[in-house]
């Protein structure tokens, strides 16, 4: 067994979940989680496979984690957190097929769970996994329940394929078994539920909020002469000299930072990545380097000025910068997205732990991260031009100059 099952259940308390992303309570029943994730589902319009699928997936990783873990042992050291999201990720597609079939979860829980019998009138997932502790331990350990839950989605998924019906008469029963197989899973991870449910909905709003309301700038309490300026406009441009090309940065006409170069080989226009920070201190209001730049570091607050404006964070960033730069140059600069990557997002907020801007939701990365590359596309076709950073807006734009 991987993980034994305790009583106290403690991977996270319900308040540590709320605080990791902060954007919702967690749900009191499991009738509100399913409410709530349906607020969420932007596939609810597309045919019922694709949550089936979406299922089937989450089911996947969560042996994935099973497999990493016993190859790796102690070495993975993120397994209890990943085993808890993918949990929360099979409850959220489960809620999905369920509203997709007009079927709701709580229906299906009284069925397996309680059958003929009195049942709560309202019912919790920590409630159901009570009830299973109750009755005969069977699978009796981790990977003998993630053995019979991925049997059960696999029925599941074969019931669909051969009704190819959304009638909920017919995914009922598949449904309700792979539900009390989530519960075994979950018992024999020594994982609640209850948790689970709320660190999902946390991360999908998190992702994907009802109403986008930024944070406020990381300064904003601070004297005018320690904030990023509200309003930057930076000229950049190219010259080339014998040795190379320079990408150069002028603000009012005075040159600021170092020329920069590509710093590589290959060419690939890195050397206008300062527009990647100006879009970070733009929409999060972060930015170490820029800050560095302007010479505006909080040094009437020595901790803020080591910890958050110093060296390290400078660093920090400038990985940050380099990591999204190596994936998007292989999805052409995110040319025409108008989304990302839920993996990329969650890897960048990772670099950010123990910093102010590890509060930033990952939309706002998102934003920021898009309204960046938008700027460095343009200026790769141009050679040259206007950026324009506005915190008061969260903006990041580019004016052409002529030549």
Same mark, same amino acid.
């Given at each position: 067994m ?16 709320i605080?990791t992303?902060?954007h919702?309570?967690p &749900?009191?029943?499991?009738a ?23 299922f ?9 984690e099973?497999?990493?873990k ?8 993120g ?7 993918e949990?929360?990720?099979v ?10 079939t ?8 009284? #069925?397996?769970?309680? *059958?003929?019998?009195p049942?709560?009138d309202t019912?919790?997932?920590g ?7 109750e ?5 009796t350990?981790?990977?003998?329940a993630?053995?019979?839950l991925?049997s059960?989605? *696999?029925?599941?998924?074969?019931s ?7 009638q909920?008469?017919?995914?009922? &029963? ?8 989530i ?5 024999q991870a020594g994982i ?9 909905l946390n991360?999908?709003?998190?992702r994907?909020p009802? #109403?986008?309301v930024?944070?406020?700038l990381?300064?904003e309490?601070c004297?005018?002469?320690?904030q990023?300026?509200?309003?930057i ?8 000299f014998?040795?190379g090309?320079?990408?150069y ?9 170092d020329?920069?170069?590509d710093n ?8 206008f990545?300062d527009v990647?920070h100006?879009?970070y201190a733009?929409?999060? *209001?972060?930015?170490?380097v ?5 010479k505006v570091?909080?040094?009437?607050? &020595?901790?803020?000025d ?8 400078i660093?920090v ?16 600069y995110?040319d025409?997205?108008?989304s ?7 890897a960048?907020r ?5 910093y ?16 960046g590359?938008?700027?460095?596309r343009q200026?790769?076709?141009?050679r040259q031009?206007q950026?324009i950073a506005?915190?008061q ?5 580019f004016?052409?100059t002529q030549?």
């Amino acid at each position: 067994m991987i993980l034994s099952y305790s009583p106290q259940l403690t991977v996270l308390s319900v308040e540590e979940a709320i605080l990791t992303q902060g954007h919702t309570e967690p &749900p009191s029943t499991i009738a509100e989680y399913q409410a709530l994730a349906k607020e969420t589902d932007v596939i609810s319009a597309k045919p019922l496979i694709l949550p089936l699928l979406g299922f089937f997936g989450e089911v996947g990783s969560l042996v994935s984690e099973l497999k990493k873990k016993q190859r790796d042992e102690d070495a993975y050291i993120g397994y209890k957190s990943s085993v808890v999201e993918e949990i929360g990720d099979v409850l959220w597609y489960l809620a999905c097929i369920c509203s997709h079939t007009n079927t709701s979860v709580e229906e299906i829980a009284r #069925s397996e769970f309680y *059958g003929s019998s009195p049942s709560p009138d309202t019912l919790t997932f920590g409630s159901l996994q009570q009830k299973c502790l109750e009755e005969a331990p069977w699978p009796t350990d981790f990977e003998m329940a993630l053995l019979a839950l991925c049997s059960e989605t *696999g029925a599941m998924i074969s019931s669909h394929l051969e009704t190819a019906s959304i009638q909920n008469h017919k995914l009922f &029963p598949n449904m309700a078994a792979a539900f009390r197989m989530i519960v075994h899973v979950a018992n024999q991870a020594g994982i609640n539920l209850d948790i689970a449910a709320a660190r999902n909905l946390n991360k999908i709003f998190d992702r994907w909020p009802k #109403s986008k309301v930024y944070l406020p700038l990381f300064d904003e309490q601070c004297e005018k002469e320690e904030q990023l300026p509200r309003l930057i406009s930076i000229a950049m441009f190219e010259k080339k000299f014998e040795k190379g090309t320079y990408v150069y940065q002028q603000c009012n006409d005075v040159n600021i930072g170092d020329r920069l170069t590509d710093n590589k080989h290959e060419e690939d226009d890195y050397r206008f990545h300062d527009v990647f920070h100006l879009a970070y201190a733009s929409v999060l *209001g972060w930015s170490p380097v820029t800050r560095a730049l302007f010479k505006v570091k909080r040094k009437s607050v &020595p901790k803020l000025d080591e910890n958050e404006d110093g060296a390290r964070a400078i660093i920090v960033e400038e990985a940050i910068s380099a990591w999204i730069f190596s994936r998007a140059s292989q999805l052409n600069y995110f040319d025409g997205l108008t989304s990302l990557d839920y993996g990329l997002l969650k890897a960048v907020r990772s670099f950010t732990h123990g910093y102010e801007v590890h509060k930033c939701p990952l939309w706002m990365w998102e934003e920021a991260i898009l309204q960046g590359y938008s700027v460095f596309r343009q200026l790769r076709s141009r050679r040259q031009g206007q950026v324009i950073a506005d915190l008061q807006h969260r903006s990041l734009s580019f004016k052409a100059t002529q030549k």
